[in-house]
T-cell receptor
Framework: AQSVSQHNHHVILSEAASLELGCNYSYGGTVNLFWYVQYPGQHLQLLLKYFSGDPLVKGIKGFEAEFIKSKFSFNLRKPSVQWSDTAEYFCAASGTGFQKLVFGTGTRLLVSP | GAVVSQHPSRVICKSGTSVKIECRSLDFQATTMFWYRQFPKQSLMLMATSNEGSKATYEQGVEKDKFLINHASLTLSTLTVTSAHPEDSSFYIC????????????FGQGTRLTVV
């Protein structure tokens, strides 16, 4: 069965700390991977996506993620977080042709100033 | 990015009544729309996928007679929760994508439904 798991449900960091959020997937066939962010009171926004090619993907706002096929992982990273990064982060996967998305449970990130 | 507008953002209804939620793509033609449900502290669970002009495809366990989905135009899809009960209280989110392979899906802001 298709599934996405996120290991950290809540993360608290101080500003300037480095961030890494874990994401593992279980998906038959070719997989497309995504990270979405939901700021308080706002809708989901795409941070970055991986379809093929370079496994290190750079997204908006200084975020990046690395696709490691052997580990079935797509961890999200940012070298130095800001208070404005406080949000909920969702990892998601789909098959090719942008089929339905399967979401992880989300990680709430709180960055203290 | 493209804009998807969902309305209403919050609704409270009495048990037994029906509630309609609208999802509109404001600046692109949405060939496919997805409806999700999110329980507190849980992930988004896909309820159904709808393609314009076709019947929606429901996920296993989702009652299609209870959650009526209509995608009559390329810019509008509606979800109607019929004969709502308190257990239907949840956060409902729509997402829409346009034509073309690999096209990103854009999300509405969600609708908080409370059934009393």
């Amino acid at each position: 069965a298709q599934s996405v798991s996120q290991h950290n449900h809540h993360v608290i960091l101080s500003e300037a700390a480095s961030l890494e959020l874990g994401c593992n997937y279980s998906y038959g066939g070719t997989v497309n991977l995504f990270w979405y962010v939901q700021y308080p009171g706002q809708h989901l926004q795409l941070l970055l996506k991986y379809f093929s090619g370079d496994p290190l993907v750079k997204g908006i706002k200084g975020f990046e993620a690395e696709f490691i096929k052997s580990k079935f992982s797509f961890n999200l990273r940012k070298p130095s977080v800001q208070w404005s990064d406080t949000a909920e982060y969702f990892c998601a996967a789909s098959g090719t042709g942008f089929q339905k998305l399967v979401f992880g449970t989300g990680t709430r990130l709180l960055v203290s100033p | 990015g493209a804009v998807v507008s969902q309305h209403p953002s919050r609704v409270i209804c009495k048990s037994g009544t029906s509630v309609k939620i609208e999802c509109r793509s404001l600046d692109f033609q949405a060939t496919t729309m997805f409806w999700y449900r999110q329980f507190p502290k849980q992930s988004l669970m896909l309820m159904a996928t709808s393609n314009e002009g076709s019947k929606a495809t429901y996920e296993q366990g989702v009652e299609k007679d209870k959650f009526l989905i209509n995608h009559a135009s390329l810019t509008l899809s509606t979800l109607t929760v019929t004969s709502a009960h308190p257990e239907d209280s949840s956060f409902y989110i729509c997402s829409a994508r346009g034509q073309g392979a690999g096209t990103e899906a854009f999300f509405g802001q969600g609708t908080r439904l409370t059934v009393v």
